[in-house]
Structure formats: C-alpha cells, structure tokens
C-alpha cells in the first residue's frame, strides 16, 4: 500500500534521515519506535508531503507521491494525526470533525462516518457544542483522531498519540487504534510507548540517527533483548 524507498531528508546541514525504506501493507498495524530525533516525526512528515526529500521514493497506492503536495496527499485518503494534536481550540467539536470532512461531498457518508466516530469516541457525542480548548488533553487526542476519520482514510498515520496522557487513557487509545484497524483502515504508527505500540503491531522499524536499525514482526521486536534493553526499560 505505501512503500518507502531510501528517503532521504535534510535540514539545512543536518542529514535528519539516511535512507529510510519500509513497507506499508494494507490493512495492518506498522510502528515505528526509536528515541526522540531518530526521524520518526520526520518520516511521517515527508510521506505527507510536509518535507521535501533530498533523495528517495514515496510510492502510495503505486503512484510515487514524493514531490506532491499536501492537499492533493490528503485527497488520495492518506491522512497524519500529527504530534501535538492540533484541535482549532476556538471551534467546537463539531466543527472540527466537520472539518476533518472537507474535501468530501457526499453528505450522507459524511453523516455515517460521524456516527462512526460517535461510536468510537461517545464522550465526543456527550460534548459536540463544546469548545475544543475548554477540553482534556485525553479528549483533544480522541478528537484529533475522529477529525482524522472524517477524511475517510485509507492509511491513517498517527504522531505519538498517547504523548503526555494517563496511562487509563493511554490504555484506550491503543484499544482504539486497533479497532480502528479492524475497521479496514491501514495504520502507520509512531509511539515513544514502544511496548504498547509493539503489542498491536504486525510489523515494527526501529529507527536509529534516520536509519532502519532493526525490523521484524511486533511480538518478535517485542520479546527481542536488544529492544527491551534500550526501548522497553527492561
């Protein structure tokens, strides 16, 4: 579904990814884990269209979208949750999952997709008049997400989305994700919870200084000494 073939991106001086290539089948779980400024973020953000690549492949759907532009990325249903959540805090929620459905006309899809989130998130439901900012951290992630869904994607790419949240709300984000996944909607990954991350994944990368340092199933990388000692805490 999405292949990644030696990206290479650069700020200024800085090399941030080193010919990273990994493989994106549908309908599973793919993470990529490794510590802050391995090119997680980065990777992410170049198969978005948000960095342009100094060299490399970017290939969705067997279409190369690697200089294309963001809008017509997110047309093609490849859609980022990015880090940080990113609500527009003065909207409603609502708003912001009306939002999320801009790019599509077919209004009574558009009202099945809401319900769909409705369903997933039912305090989402609770607070529709809401505005975004007045609201929890936990629940601007889960808005975040259904925003996401209203795009309709295909392969949904989520930016640690369980950062700074209780580890109650960590728990249901993960549970989430995977019903998300059950739903038909390929998924792409990144969590500093490499364990939780590596618990629903068929298939994880580990990124080290831009480069693939290890790659293999996500139980595999999971029971993998290697792994636990320097991204498990074990």
Request: glycine share 8%.
């Amino acid at each position: 579904m999405l292949r990644v073939e030696d990206l290479n991106v650069h700020y200024g001086g800085i090399h941030a990814l080193r010919g990273i290539s990994l493989n994106v089948e549908k309908g599973k779980i793919i993470s990529l884990i490794g510590a802050n400024g391995a090119g997680k973020s980065t990777t992410l953000r170049a198969i978005m269209g948000l960095e342009k690549p100094s060299k490399g492949k970017i290939i969705y759907e067997d279409k190369d979208i690697t200089n294309k532009a963001t809008k017509e990325i997110v047309k093609s249903n490849l859609v980022l949750v990015p880090e940080g959540r990113r609500v527009f805090t003065n909207l409603t929620v609502k708003e912001n999952l009306v939002l999320g459905a801009y790019l599509r006309k077919n209004q009574e899809s558009i009202d099945q997709d809401m319900q769909w989130v409705f369903d997933l998130f039912p305090i989402l439901k609770d607070r529709q008049q809401q505005k975004a900012g007045t609201m929890s951290g936990g629940e601007q992630q889960m808005l975040a997400v259904g925003r996401a869904l209203m795009t309709k994607p295909k392969l949904l790419m989520m930016d640690e989305p369980s950062l700074g949240l209780a580890p109650l709300i960590v728990k249901n984000i993960f549970e989430i994700i995977k019903k998300i996944n059950q739903e038909g909607v390929t998924i792409l990954l990144i969590e500093q919870n490499a364990k939780a991350s590596l618990e629903i994944s068929d298939y994880a990368y580990v990124l080290e200084t831009g480069q693939v340092f290890m790659k293999g199933k996500g139980l595999d990388l999971l029971n993998n000494e290697e792994v636990k000692n320097a991204y498990l805490g074990t």
